[in-house]
């Protein structure tokens, strides 16, 4: 039997159980724990690092726990500051390293703290409990770290500025699982659906992503898809898009000309297989072949092709990508394909996707 993977808290749970320490704090109370109740009711409890207060306000810090998830706000402080007033309700600030939305399509409106629904709930129980009808407050979240860990999440690429968001729907984290982790890049469609682009850019990677800018085509229609390139394919058929391009290095889109839609290499392989047999196609010698089929990598494989003289075998296999890709989506959108070299420069480009580059007037080189 494997190790059973440790759960973890939310960073709403954990900003929730700072907020109800720095409350109890303004009322003179010092617990070394706090429990809290999540959205669904159910209550968790969490250690409080450090409590204060003066006057009406009060400040407490909690380390966010991930338990056994990769999760890298683990061993994060939250720092909450409560300010009770007179004016009824509660008011919920974004401070240093709480991102701030600033584009459509999320759970939470333009202009306002990336605190999400789910953590607004728990905040609200806190207030129900030991603040309101008799005063109102203003809560401020802050993550001191926050700005710098939002460049390892998909924040940036979100519309989320100046930090990292307050999430969390049952307060629990479950170490992450496939699942999980492609729920969490599904969030990128809506948001650039909401701001009106109707191509979308969908990159495996960073590779990808380089050589859509050199290409001139817009940060915000970049979509990042990890391996999970058919999965996010759905989610954009799903969302509306009827046009597709799908960039990054040749290691990963070769997969997809093989018909492999997720390409993580303990899923799916055949790189060589499918390179080989193109030069084959193309007329290359058994031994060029054999030569072929021992190399590592792509870019190996690569010299082997330049030295050979079967560039051509880049277009053929992207044009194969265009075909396998439009039939994972049943024909309900067109689906163009750019492999992309190591520093971003194009390797080859397929039939449609000139012609939604044409159509958008993006630029191929």
């Not at 407490?60 to 500051?81: E, F, H, M, Q």
């Not at 953590?119 to 979240?141: D, F, K, N, S």
């Not at 990508?321 to 070299?341: L, N, T």
Request: hydrophobic share 40%; glycine share 10%.
């Amino acid at each position: 039997m494997g190790k059973v993977l440790r759960e973890g808290y939310t960073t709403g749970a954990t900003a929730t159980v700072a907020m109800k320490a720095a409350v109890l704090a303004i009322k003179g109370e010092f617990p070394k724990q706090v429990t809290v109740l999540s959205p669904q009711r159910t209550e968790i409890t969490l250690p409080v690092q450090s409590a204060s207060a003066e006057n009406n306000i009060g400040t407490a810090t909690v380390l966010k726990d991930a338990g056994d998830d990769l999760d890298c706000t683990n061993g994060t402080p939250i720092v909450v500051t409560v300010e009770l007033t007179d004016k009824s309700g509660m008011e919920l600030r974004a401070g240093k390293g709480v991102g701030t939305v600033t584009r459509p399509g999320l759970q939470v409106q333009v202009g306002r703290p990336a605190i999400n629904p789910g953590p607004q709930i728990m905040l609200r129980y806190v207030h129900e409990e030991l603040i309101a009808p008799a005063h109102g407050c203003i809560v401020t979240i802050s993550i001191p770290k926050g700005e710098e860990l939002a460049k390892q999440t998909l924040n940036p690429a979100l519309g989320v500025v100046g930090g990292i968001s307050v999430l969390g729907t049952t307060g629990i984290v479950k170490p992450m699982s496939e699942d999980a982790y492609k729920r969490s890049l599904a969030p990128q469609v809506p948001v650039v659906w909401a701001s009106g682009i109707r191509t979308a850019t969908l990159c495996p990677g960073r590779i990808g992503e380089h050589a859509a800018q050199i290409m001139g085509i817009p940060k915000e229609s970049i979509i990042e898809t990890s391996n999970y390139i058919g999965y996010m394919m759905e989610q954009c058929v799903a969302k509306g898009f009827e046009k597709m391009l799908l960039i990054g290095h040749m290691g990963k889109l070769v997969k997809v000309a093989s018909g492999s839609f997720h390409t993580y290499n303990r899923n799916s392989d055949g790189r060589m297989e499918t390179m080989a047999a193109y030069a084959a196609m193309n007329g290359a010698a058994p031994a060029i072949v054999r030569e072929i089929m021992e190399c590592n990598t792509t870019d190996g494989a690569a010299l082997i092709i330049a030295r050979e003289g079967y560039d051509m075998i880049y277009g053929q296999m992207a044009e194969r990508a265009q075909v396998r890709a439009e039939r994972y989506i049943f024909g309900k959108a067109r689906v163009g394909i750019v492999f992309a070299g190591m520093d971003g420069t194009v390797q080859a480009v397929s039939s449609r996707a000139k012609e939604i580059l044409e159509e958008e007037k993006w630029n191929i080189h």
